[in-house]
């Protein structure tokens, strides 16, 4: 969850052209955080039903994608690894897991939904206050990396090679779901939407009337004071990832909640991120990713995968903000 980096949305009264479009919106507990759906619709009584659709829509994919619940789709996969079995599995969790595959590859397997090994060993000791053994580390990570996971896209199945393999989607889920919302409005012919999941934002049509959505962007470190200036967007994705609040210090060292997989911890060079990419699920894992690689590879990463980036660091008390190409064109023109 992308608690720690807050977006504030400004949203204008429509003018007098275009009256009729009422400014809507509706936030409900999801996922452990708040989900908010803003739109614009004619009718009231259709406006409540539409984002009534939209969280049954959001229920049905925690069902599948939580590894909080045990019986979602997601954990009684994990439970068939080790047994040398191919599991058919529901569209959703088959296309969530394609898109995953194709992340962890791109980034260098610094994205990975295989270390919920990893996930609840970090979890467990963040709740008892201690640090993991490393002897803990090392046994987990056997069952993690997602080149252990076989797709057959023909029988659109899938085998979990290793034992105690354990999926989390937690880098990807929010983005996708917040994708499927507005896709689900748009389907309704409902353009101008944004969709917000704890910082995870899928943005469509500008409200009637503007040029975009006006989108702050908190400065690093920080999770109320904001940057001067502000993102105007539309028809495109921007998520954040950091470490203001979830983290664990250990011999003099910030280990954030966000894993490298690759080594079993959590990463130590404190940033925030932000990226605008053209979905919500590309937007949701480079932002984790972003948080992991060097911030050159970032840059390359982003460039890769049509994403931009604004990678925030504080270091010795002074704020040092590095853009991707063309990201600084994005600011509202004050």
């Known amino acids: 969850m992308k608690q720690l980096v807050y977006f504030f949305i400004f949203c204008c009264i429509t003018n007098a052209a275009t009256a009729q479009q009422q400014r809507f919106s509706f936030t409900r507990p999801k996922m452990g955080s708040p989900f908010t759906i803003i739109f614009y619709h004619s009718d009231s009584a259709q406006a409540h039903q539409l984002a009534d659709d939209c969280f049954n829509l959001v229920d049905s994919f925690v069902a599948i994608y939580s590894d909080y619940i ?8 994990s439970r068939s690894s080790g047994q040398d079995t191919f599991v058919a599995v529901s569209p959703a969790l088959f296309d969530i ?7 962890y590859w791109l980034s260098g397997k610094a994205f990975d939904i295989s270390a919920g090994p990893l996930t609840r060993i970090w979890r467990r000791a963040r709740k008892e206050k201690r640090f993991p053994a490393f002897a803990e580390i090392i046994e987990k990570k056997k069952a993690v990396g997602f080149d252990k996971v076989i797709i057959d896209t023909v029988s659109k199945t899938i085998c979990l090679t290793q034992p105690g393999m354990q999926l989390d989607l937690g880098g990807i889920a929010q983005g996708y779901i917040a994708q499927k919302v507005l896709q689900r409005l748009q389907q309704a ?11 995870d934002i899928a943005i469509g049509t500008a ?12 400065v690093p470190e920080q999770s109320e004071e904001l940057l001067t200036t502000k993102l105007l967007l539309q028809n495109c994705a921007v998520s954040t990832s950091g470490d203001a609040h979830q983290y664990m210090e250990y011999n003099g060292k910030r280990y954030s909640h966000i894993l490298d997989p690759r080594t079993g911890y959590g990463v130590t060079s404190q ?5 605008m990419a053209k979905d919500a699920v590309t937007a949701d894992w480079l932002a984790t990713t972003s948080c992991i690689l060097p911030i050159r590879k970032v840059k390359q990463l982003a460039k890769k995968v049509g994403a931009k980036v604004l990678i925030g660091v504080m270091k010795k008390g002074k704020l040092q903000i590095y853009y991707s190409a063309g990201f600084d064109a994005r600011w509202q023109k004050q």
């Open 271 to 275: 940033r925030n991120v932000t990226v």
């Open 70 to 77: 045990d019986s979602s789709e997601l954990n009684r996969l």
């Open 189 to 199: 012919r409902t353009m101008h939407a944004l969709v917000d999941v704890s910082g």
């Open 207 to 218: 409200p009637p009337g503007k040029h975009g959505w006006t989108i702050g962007v908190n």
């Open 97 to 103: 897991l394609l898109l995953s595959q194709k992340a």
